[in-house]
């Protein structure tokens, strides 16, 4: 019983640091419940990088959130279940608009390949495009939101990273950690598209 009160206790405290914004307590809190959000979004996700960035997303969104925290039945760990099951949610949104995506662009793929009455033509490497923009597309949606903004920024917007910190508001370290761990991200999942992005 003592053993139960204790854990309880250390539970309300590391709570209670956290969502009063000690970073101390972020590593532990992390560590405390990193097991049972990853096993959450594996279970529903099936796939192993998903659960992974659904993992961090949760952490993050509860960093983010931790002023809107109030302890309650279940305490943080029951807020952080919560979390997940947004993120898993938002992931298995995500998944089924890429999937749509990706079977428009390849019914667009056949539809043109007829269309042009011969493969290989025109219209057939315009419609093999769109497919490689919609995965593209794809894989930029599942990176963690800072890193998608300063890719969008360097490459649509064509600011230099120095121009993204002044528009953002980060340092200049960060904006170079995001832009280098991003783009690592994407020559991971997208191998074809590597010397591009190089």
Known sequence: MDEAMDER????????????????????????WRPLVHSIAQRCLGD?????????QVFLAAWHGRLRY????????????GITR?????????RTRRARAAAAAEAAVRASSVT????????????????????????????????????HLAFYADLTQTQISDRTGLPLGTVKSHM??????????LPSAEPALR
């Not at 947004?86 to 995500?94: F, P």
């Open 180 to 189: 280098r761990r991003a783009l690592h991200r994407l020559r991971r999942s």
């Open 116 to 151: 042009a009455g011969r493969p290989g033509g025109p219209a057939l490497q315009e419609a093999e495009q769109v497919l490689d923009r919609v995965v593209v597309l794809g894989e930029l949606a599942r990176l963690p939101s800072e890193q998608r903004r300063v890719l």
């Open 86 to 94: 947004h993120k898993v949610a938002d992931a298995l949104e995500a």
């Open 9 to 32: 206790a250390r539970e309300e405290y590391l709570a209670a640091c956290f969502a009063a914004g000690d970073e101390r307590c972020v590593e532990a809190v992390y560590r405390r």
């Open 48 to 56: 192993e990088r998903e659960a992974e960035d659904v993992t961090q």
């Open 70 to 81: 109030r302890p309650g039945p279940g305490g943080l760990g029951a807020w952080i279940t």
